[in-house]
């Protein structure tokens, strides 16, 4: 686990005003994935923002996958990670998971996928936007994972079923090296990894960037014992959080500049190109779209046959914390649209399929 407390430059303090040095911060443990859509995480901690209200958090070292990282919040090494889709299997096996709002989605729309790309090689015989071109085609794919559940989609846009492909269980960073050795025709993943294979691997084609066949699964998830008895502790990590994703909206080049530091071998000009994908999901807040997305992905997986059964999604978020954050704090969500009327949500919100 690497623990970066220490502010990485003297200007993080200064973003930080409002810090009372004498106060004594609250530990918490937190994990990311190695995701550009991540990074709101280590910027909340390298802007000073988790200091400015009240918390002293620790950042497990990127995981490659939600996988992972649900393994690790079960272990102990975190207190809260940053997961979607792999959420669903981890609930459906018994893990009793919480998620308090989004680390990337959208509230105010149900598709959301600009940070998922599907890159094939140029001599796979796949053209840009030719999604039926993937039948016979042996594709990487995280399984359990979002680029799971994008790829599944894209094979159904393309008039495909799963059994016209060969799917390969593959970690998002070893995705390039696949393609450079021709171990596979093509690769979803979410971002940086389609754009380094699109800079690193010669002639190779984005077949589709997003597309909206998918709302975007992506939530700050604790364990329900933990969450029921830290409602203050969550809403302060959750406004800290919030004030770094209104940074990172209004400074993307500096805040692919904290990416570099955090996703290894991460390039800046590869941060960047990703950032500006990464921004228009950068939405922490939650509505009945985030629900959705939830429920649209477990019914999805459940259809397909890829998972036997399906949970409630109602039982397993609290959106209290964040509902409080958005109503204290409207300054941290003012550049954002404001969420549609018929989806807005109150702490006793249902949602009904």
């Known amino acids: 686990m690497i623990t970066r407390r220490t502010v990485l430059a003297a200007g993080a303090v200064l973003a930080a005003p409002h810090i009372a040095r004498a106060q004594t911060l609250v530990k918490m443990k937190a994990g990311m994935v190695t995701g550009i859509d991540q990074i709101g995480l280590p910027i909340a901690l390298e802007r000073g923002f988790f200091e400015k209200w009240g918390l002293d958090v620790d950042i497990a070292r990127p995981y490659a996958t939600g996988v992972d990282a649900l393994n690790a919040l079960q272990a102990g090494e975190s207190n809260i990670v940053q997961v979607g889709v792999p959420m669903i299997g981890a609930v459906l096996r018994g893990m009793d998971l919480v998620a308090l709002a989004n680390y990337s989605g959208n509230a105010t729309t149900r598709g959301s996928d600009a940070t998922m790309a599907l890159i094939a090689r140029s001599d796979a015989g796949i053209a840009k936007g030719d999604l039926a071109a993937l039948k016979g085609k042996k594709i990487a794919a995280s399984f359990g994972t979002i680029n799971h559940l994008y790829i599944l989609a894209l094979i159904e846009k393309g008039g495909l079923t799963p059994a016209d492909v060969t799917l390969v269980n593959t970690p998002p960073p070893d995705m390039t090296v696949a393609l450079l050795a021709k171990g596979i025709d093509a690769f979803v993943g979410w971002d940086p990894w389609p754009v380094v294979a ?34 203050p502790i969550i809403e302060k990590f959750l406004a800290a959080l919030s004030e770094g994703d209104q940074w990172m909206r209004k400074d ?73 954050v958005m109503a204290d704090n409207p300054a941290l969500f003012s550049d954002l649209p404001p969420i549609p009327a018929d989806v807005a949500i109150g702490p006793g919100f249902t949602f009904k399929p």
Do not use: C
Request: glycine letters at 8%; a positive charge; charged letters at 25%.
């Open 252 to 324: 993307p080049k500096r805040a692919a500049q904290v990416a570099t530091r955090w996703i290894p071998g991460l390039k800046q000009d590869v941060a960047e190109a990703s950032m500006e994908f990464n921004i228009q999901q950068a939405d922490r807040r939650l509505s009945a779209n985030n629900y959705r997305a939830l429920w649209a992905a477990e019914d999805r997986l459940n259809r397909l046959g890829f998972i036997k059964d399906t949970f409630d999604v109602n039982k397993h978020f609290e959106p209290k914390h964040m509902l409080k």
């Open 198 to 231: 699109l800079k690193d691997v010669p002639g190779a084609i984005e077949v589709i960037r997003g597309g909206g066949v998918i709302s975007y699964v992506g939530y700050n998830v604790g364990l329900r014992p933990w969450v029921a008895a830290n409602g």
